[in-house]
Nanobody, 124 residues
Framework: QVQLVESGGGLVQAGGSLRLSCAASGRTFSSYAMGWFRQAPGKEREFVAA????????LYADSVKGRFTISRDNAKNTVYLQLNSLKPEDTAVYYC?????????????????WGQGTQVTVSS
């Protein structure tokens, strides 16, 4: 079992930046591959980025590639999502998720644990 708590969301102007954090507690954090997803009002939850247990492999949605960066610090039991060059269409609740597997995944049903989410709002 692992508990995930996201933080770092907020209101930012287009072109701005935010850094989201997801702190994990419970079982050994390095046992989990991690992912970030987001859900905008009226839309389905969509994949944003994922990172392997060691951090050696990452995966991004095409819509965020080159603007967002996922990273992790296993010593701090935390995964991060750096959001740069934000656009209004990035507005959503961002969720952190963990899966008990080595490999990265873009499929939300392959994740076992979820945080409560943090709101990101980008104004134009």
């Amino acid at each position: 079992q692992v508990q995930l708590v996201e933080s770092g969301g907020g209101l930012v102007q287009a072109g701005g930046s935010l850094r989201l954090s997801c702190a994990a507690s419970g079982r050994t954090f390095s046992s989990y591959a991690m992912g970030w997803f987001r859900q905008a009002p009226g839309k389905e939850r969509e994949f944003v980025a994922a990172i392997s247990r060691s951090g050696g492999m990452t995966l991004y949605a095409d819509s965020v590639k080159g603007r967002f960066t996922i990273s992790r610090d296993n010593a701090k039991n935390t995964v991060y999502l750096q959001l740069n060059s934000l656009k209004p269409e990035d507005t959503a609740v961002y969720y952190c998720a963990a899966r008990t597997a080595r490999a990265v995944s873009r499929w939300f049903n392959e994740y076992d644990y979820w945080g409560q989410g943090t709101q990101v709002t980008v104004s134009s």
